[in-house]
């Protein structure tokens, strides 16, 4: 009598277990029809998914300096670059950004010379003040940091192609002071003593490549930023020794507004 209890016993528990098994079974995820997007390797990532291509353009203007730099002198340009650049916005957080930039600034440089007169041993100087007048096309990857809300850092580096308009040499000689002597033994030695173009006259080729690197904030639509350039090529093009190069590297400050 106390077996058949046994088996009954056993006999519900049984019963009730594999109903509840039954019931639960519906309740589980079938492997064959569960997200079957999980299992898919060719699925995008989040960021590629919420990516739509887009541009943005702005208007740039600010303060750069520019070093013509020889073996064992400098030239220093001051002014202004204007213009506008265009961003590609890629996944990631990273652009391209190129655009059109006018670069107009003023440099002076002094050159003393001795006199040739026998009776004088005065020094000569020769002032030139150069106006210079560049177009860039820059070609830089950004990468873009969220600080706080609309806040953002910002990276940058890359080439840009800077093509010279004129660099017009405006010479004093003060004349006046300098005897016809020592005016012809400059011309002798291939300086000028006359207002001239440093491209028109192919003293300095009129293409530069340089290479920047910089940073800056953004805010919302405003953005400020910071770089520096490294001339890459020799411009010097009708040097008056063999062995002269120049270069040309600068830095800038601007500011730019999101249209």
């Not at 509840?20 to 079957?36: H, I």
């Not at 730099?69 to 990273?94: E, I, W």
């Not at 800077?162 to 291939?190: C, F, R, V």
């Not at 003593?193 to 300095?204: F, G, H, I, P, S």
Request: charged letters at 15%; glycine letters at 6%.
């Amino acid at each position: 009598m106390r077996a058949n209890k046994i088996y009954i016993l056993f006999f519900l528990c049984a019963a009730t277990i594999m109903a509840f098994a039954q019931e639960d079974r519906s309740t589980l995820p079938d492997l064959q029809v569960a997200n079957t997007e999980f299992f898919d390797p060719t699925r995008q990532d989040k960021a590629k998914e919420d990516y739509h291509f887009s541009t943005t353009w702005r208007l740039e203007a600010g303060y750069t300096q520019l070093d013509q730099k020889q073996d064992t002198s400098s030239l220093f340009f001051h002014g202004v670059r204007l213009g506008a650049t265009v961003d590609f916005n890629l996944p990631y957080h990273f652009s391209i950004q190129t655009g059109a930039l006018a670069t107009l600034t003023y440099g002076q440089n002094n050159q003393h010379w001795p006199s040739m007169t026998e009776e004088s041993a005065q020094i000569n100087n020769l002032r030139h003040d150069i106006v210079q007048l560049q177009l860039t096309v820059p070609a830089r990857a950004y990468y873009n940091i969220v600080l706080w809300k609309q806040l953002r850092l910002f990276f940058f580096a890359g080439p840009q192609l800077q093509i010279g308009l004129t660099s017009y040499d405006i010479i004093n000689t003060d004349a006046a002071n300098i005897s016809p002597l020592t005016l012809q033994w400059l011309e002798q030695q291939g300086i000028p003593t006359q207002d001239y173009d440093r491209y028109a006259t192919r003293e300095l080729y009129r293409t530069n490549i340089l290479f920047g690197l910089g940073g800056g904030l953004e805010w919302d639509r405003y953005r400020l930023q910071a770089g520096y350039d490294f001339g890459l090529n020799n411009i010097f093009r009708s040097p008056v020794l063999a062995t002269q190069k120049m270069n040309e590297w600068g830095w800038l400050c601007t500011f730019s507004y999101q249209l």
